[in-house]
C-alpha cells in the first residue's frame, strides 16, 4: 500500500497557474505509475494525467492538454501537477492516485492508492 498526500490546492484567478504536490509513502512508491484525478461538484471523478513509474511516458485527457504537466522526483517520492492557463471549468478536487504497476493508464479501476484531495477554485 501507498499512502499518499496531497498540496497546493487553493483560489486562483483564470489565466492563472498553481502546482500540486503529492508526496508518496510506503511501499516503493517509484515502482508505480502516479495519476490525477478530479472531480467537480455534481459531477463523477475524471482522468486528469498520469506518468509512468521512471517518468518515461505521460498521458493527458484532451481538456488539458497543453495547460497541465505532470512530472515526478523519485528521489522525494513526490509527484507534481503544474497548471497552466486555469480555467474556472478546472475548479474541482484533485485526487493523486497510485497505480496497481508502472505503467500509464487512464482507468481509475488500475489505481489502487489515493489521496484526500486538494481543493482548486479558479474564479473567473
Known amino acids: 500500500q501507498v499512502q499518499l498526500v496531497e498540496s497546493g490546492g487553493g483560489l486562483v484567478q483564470a489565466g492563472g497557474s498553481l502546482r500540486l504536490s503529492c508526496a508518496a509513502s510506503?511501499?516503493?512508491?517509484?515502482?508505480?505509475?502516479m495519476g490525477w484525478f478530479r472531480q467537480a461538484p455534481g459531477k463523477e471523478r475524471e482522468f486528469v494525467t498520469a506518468i509512468r513509474s521512471d517518468g518515461g511516458s505521460t498521458s493527458y485527457a484532451d481538456s488539458v492538454k497543453g495547460r497541465f504537466t505532470i512530472s515526478r522526483d523519485n528521489t522525494k517520492n513526490t509527484v507534481y501537477l503544474q497548471m497552466n492557463s486555469l480555467k474556472p471549468e478546472d475548479t474541482a478536487v484533485y485526487y493523486c492516485?497510485?497505480?496497481?504497476?508502472?505503467?500509464?493508464?487512464?482507468?481509475?479501476?488500475?489505481?489502487?492508492?489515493w489521496g484526500q484531495g486538494t481543493q482548486v477554485t479558479v474564479s473567473s
Open positions: 492516485a497510485a497505480a496497481r504497476g508502472p505503467y500509464v493508464s487512464t482507468l481509475q479501476g488500475d489505481f489502487g492508492s
Open positions: 510506503g511501499r516503493t512508491p517509484s515502482r508505480y505509475a
